[in-house]
């Protein structure tokens, strides 16, 4: 200990621990990565070829969705509590990242950007405050700060992601509620209409017509219409798109006319996007008050207080 103080300084032995964690964690990870295939893994594996050789031209449906490599480390990349695995995978849904291997890819951008950052903190430190004394508060700044920020800028992307996208949905939905009346009305099915306007909206709103795509796709594969829109409604997050789904759902359990809801629920949200742009409007007035007093007053004052300024120097110069 006294040597490593008198050689690198009285936080000698802090910096010895946190380089040799690093060390150790850049050893392991060449070691889990050539690990064995586990033997179940491996069956499954010859299934799946077998299977393909059986019938070659088959296309493959949800390419990429199993990631091998992140298969083999779900251990690590995956959170062991079932609760919390379901609200990450369903905040991921809602950012619009519906591959499976979405959880783990996020654990693993996690865990890559907090090791570089900390491998940047101990550089930065080495390198730049290298002779310069600071104190324990600035050092364990220095070193784990830039790690915790990388371990927490994926959470930051997601979130931000999430809310951008309800913004784009909330945005758009009136729109598309509208396309699909007349699409509705003009003697299309309910599938028909929500494939159209996902074509429809692809160029103005993307993550909306991205949902309508899936939902679309679901209802081909014969999935239930009620567990479909109930999904949709799950990954959008978004009230608007909840009670639109529970007015389908109603009219279909009904056997209500879907135009009539349709068109009292299209009539509602066209009203609600109003009153929203009424609320901005209105927020407006307050939010520029403050630059407005910045930038209008002491100009102002210049213009009236600066001649009386002027003059009474001058007469106390005389």
């Known amino acids: 200990m006294q040597f490593l103080t008198d050689m690198i300084g009285p936080f000698g032995p802090l910096i010895i621990v946190g380089v040799l964690g690093v060390l150790m964690i850049a050893a392991t990870i060449p070691m889990m990565l050539k690990a064995g295939n586990d033997p179940i893994d491996k069956l499954k594996r010859n299934e799946r070829d077998s299977a393909a050789s059986k019938g070659p031209h088959k296309e493959k449906l949800r ?26 995978r369903l905040k991921l849904l809602q950012a619009g990242y519906h591959s499976r291997d979405a959880v783990r890819a996020f654990h693993l951008a ?9 491998v940047l903190g101990l550089a930065y430190f080495f390198i730049v405050k290298e002779g310069v004394s600071t104190g324990t508060q600035d050092t364990l700044l220095h070193i784990l700060g830039p790690g915790g920020a990388g371990y927490l800028l994926p959470k930051y992307w997601v979130t931000r992601r999430v809310e951008t996208r309800k913004e784009e949905i909330t945005s758009g939905f009136p729109d598309a509620l509208d ?13 028909q209409s929500i494939i159209r306007v996902a074509r429809e909206l692809r160029a103005s709103y993307p ?19 009620a567990a479909v829109l109930g999904d ?33 629920y299209a009539e509602e949200m066209r009203d609600k996007r109003v009153m929203r ?42």
Do not use: W
Not at 110 to 118: D, F
């Open 232 to 264: 949709m409604s799950e990954r959008c997050g978004v009230q608007d798109v909840s009670s639109f789904v529970t007015v389908l759902i109603q009219s279909t359990s009904f056997g209500t006319s879907i135009a009539d809801a349709l068109r009292v």
């Open 63 to 88: 390419r990429g969705a199993n990631n091998q490599r992140l298969a083999k480390y779900k251990a690590f990349l995956e959170p062991k509590n079932e609760e919390e695995l379901s609200s990450l």
């Open 110 to 118: 996690q865990m890559g950007l907090g090791i570089g950052g900390l």
């Open 277 to 318: 742009a009424e609320e901005k409007a209105n927020k407006l007035p307050t939010k520029m008050t403050l630059a407005t007093m910045m930038l209008t007053v002491p100009p102002l004052l210049i213009i009236l207080v600066g001649p009386s300024v002027h003059s009474i120097t001058k007469l106390g110069a005389q």
């Open 179 to 191: 396309m699909m009346l007349v699409c509705v009305e003009a003697g299309q099915s309910l599938d």
């Open 207 to 225: 993550s909306l017509a991205d949902e309508f795509e899936i939902v679309s796709y679901e209802m081909k594969a014969g999935k239930d219409k």
